[in-house]
Structures are given as C-alpha cells and as structure tokens.
C-alpha cells in the first residue's frame, strides 16, 4: 500500500490559477483485533503498522514487553493487525530500569540535533501532512551527527509517537535514558503518554497545553518546546539542560 500518490489540483497564486501535480499523503483505516476481539482503530499512514499496534499495546498497558506477543500479523487487503498475546504474559512492568541521575543535554546540543530532526522527515518534505517522532538514547547524543535509531512519521501526532513506541520496543532500546523528539505540539495525550512510559526529556517544535505542562512537572519530566535556533522554551524540570545561568528578565 503506498504511503501518497500524485494528484493533479488547481494551485491558486498571485499569478493566476494552474493545474499541477501535488504529493498527497495516504491515509487509511485499520482495525486491531487482539486475540480475536476487536479492540481499537487506527487511522493512519499505511506504513509501519506493527510499530503501531505495538506502541498501542504498550502505552495502553496492554503488554509489558515484546515476550508478550506470541504473533502479529498485517492484512493490507482486510485492513487488519492481528495480534496473539499469550495467556500467561506478565503484568505490565515497563518502568523496570532506574533513570540515570547524569542524564543531562546542552542547550547546544538540542539545537543541533533538532536541526538534524526537522530536515529528517522526507515525508514531509514530500506532502507536508505527517508529523514526526524520533527517539534517541543518551550515548548517542555527544557527537550527533544524523541517524536516528528511531525516526517514524504519521498523518496523526498520536499515531507517529506510538510508531516511535513500538520501534522502540522492538529495538530493545530503553526509554528512560532516552530523548523523544517531536514535530508538532505536545498536547496532554502525547506528554501522557511518553511519560508513562518512563521517557525523562521531551523536545518539540510547538507549544504544549497546560494539561501536559502539569503532567510533564508531576512526572519529573524535562519538556521543551518551540526549539529554534538560538530559542529554547523549557517548561519544567530545567536541571536536565544544561545551560547559562538564567536572568530575570529577557532582552
């Protein structure tokens, strides 16, 4: 299934109106029928579907770790993920390693590696319709220089962080002693979830709402947005940024 097509429209400018050929994300549905009931359905960019209904089953508490999952399978044509999960999988227990206390990042370093992120997505690039979301281990922050281990995009910001989720999952990667980066703006569902799941620092191009400010603040998560050269605005817990000594007032 192809994840945008090409599709002739009418383009309206200053110099007059003209049909031209556009890239345009596809978007489909998809059911996920977990050991034989139908639980939830995705609307989504028809691409990396496992990674999804995992980021799902995890973040929903459904599983605690890829043990559990005796099959998955996609159907394309039925619009379909079907997944088996075994009768004697253990109770979720994701937050089973502790944070380390040295996990810090430079305001320089954030500045850099979401440079890196936003020219990452050739998705958007293409059709300007997906958000992005990537995950980044701390070992691999010194020196960045491109290559995220996990970097998945979806027409719906929800859907791109569960992505990013399950790849995560599948990759054996941990979440506390990683970054997750986002392309949009961190409504309370996307801080909810990523700090459920034990993530310490969150990067995003947009504002967050006030919900997920208070959700990142009781949680100890570092939450970051509207990164752009040179401008950072960090909203809770800033200790994990390190950075110049802060002043009263902005000039």
Known sequence: ???????????????????????????????LILNGTETTRFFCTPCFLEPLAIGWLLSNQVIGGMKDIEKLSVNTDEGTICVKKGDG?????????????????????IEQIFQIFNVSSDLFNSTGGVHSCAVLPKELIEGFNGGFPVFMEDISRRNAVLKAVGSMLMKDMSSWNSILLFSGRLALEIVDTAARLGFQIILAAGAPSLAAIEVADNN????????????????????????ERVNDSYA
């Open 1 to 31: 299934m192809d994840v945008c097509e090409r599709r002739e429209i009418i383009r309206i400018a200053r110099k007059g109106a003209f049909r031209v050929d556009e890239t345009i994300v596809a978007e489909a549905s998809f059911v």
């Open 89 to 109: 999988s253990s109770a979720f227990q994701w937050k089973a390693e502790e944070p380390s206390p040295f996990f810090t990042i430079s305001n320089e370093q």
């Open 220 to 243: 100890g998560v570092t939450l970051a947005g509207f990164i752009k050269p040179d401008k950072i605005n960090v909203y809770t817990h800033p200790q994990r940024i390190a950075s």
